[in-house]
């Protein structure tokens, strides 16, 4: 049994001049990472690593998750791949990923995670939010073999206000 928490980052700033792979998160962007976050680690989910695309916002939406559930940063890998917005990267990533973990956190981009949730998820949704937080659990011993799995989390900031 593998587990996979996919979670869009949060929403960011388009008020600094910068190219879209360092824009940095706004105000409620931090504010959802932080509500998130806080509210998973009530979860105590057992994560044995993280990928995170190496894009600014991705990069510090993560930052809130890997401190509120105490991640040690040896169990996080950047990865520009995942700097990905139709999925193909993604599902790939994730298939590449060691089979002797169980439990992978991944945080990426719109609309590769929506793609991803709606391929391998169970539970169709339309468009994952900013910060939307999507567990799938599938039955398979090796990543390589993803196939469709079950939605049991859905959780979106708007869940939490």
Partial sequence: MKTLTL???????????????????????????KL???????LNP???????????????????????????LEQVIYNYE????DGRSLQKVIQ???????YLMVFAHNHAVTSFVNTFG???IENVPTCGLITIKFDIDRWQDLKQGTTTKTIFPRDLK
């Fill in 122 to 124: 169970c539970k169709y």
């Fill in 46 to 72: 057992q994560v044995d690593l993280v990928f995170c695309s190496d894009a600014t916002r991705t990069k510090a939406t993560a930052a809130f998750f890997i401190e509120s559930l105490c991640i040690d």
């Fill in 36 to 42: 998130l976050s806080s509210y998973l680690k009530r």
């Fill in 7 to 33: 979670i869009r980052h949060a929403k960011s700033s388009w008020e600094y001049d910068v190219i879209d792979h360092e824009r940095p998160l706004n105000k409620r962007g931090i504010n959802d990472a």
């Fill in 82 to 85: 995942l700097y990905d917005f």
């Fill in 96 to 102: 590449e990923c060691p089979d002797a973990v169980n």
